[in-house]
């Protein structure tokens, strides 16, 4: 398996996730803005599309990182993604 990688770059996580044809989306809660999801293939019914300023304003108030693996144990393209805390200094 690929090395998961961690940044806060807005730019870096845009391009990966447009580049496995994913869009910005949100489960709406009680906190703030909600929990962010990349959106995947055929919309999901449990989440609402945004916009990239939304999802990045979410993401930076809620001090996110974005943790993702370019390529999968067999050489393929991956879509592994989780949104985690940010701590220390990273790209």
């Keep these: 398996m690929s090395e998961a990688k961690k940044t806060t770059n807005h730019d870096e996580i845009r391009n990966w996730v447009e580049e496995r044809d994913g869009r910005p989306a949100v489960v709406r809660t009680s906190g703030k803005g909600g929990i962010l999801r990349i959106d995947f293939g055929e919309p999901e019914d449990t989440l609402?599309?945004?916009?990239?300023d939304e999802f990045f304003r979410i993401f930076d108030e809620n001090e996110l990182a974005f943790l993702h693996q370019d390529e999968a144990g067999n050489g393929k393209q991956s879509r592994f993604n989780k949104f985690v805390e940010r701590s220390g200094a990273f790209s």
């Design 48 to 52: 609402e599309p945004i916009e990239w």
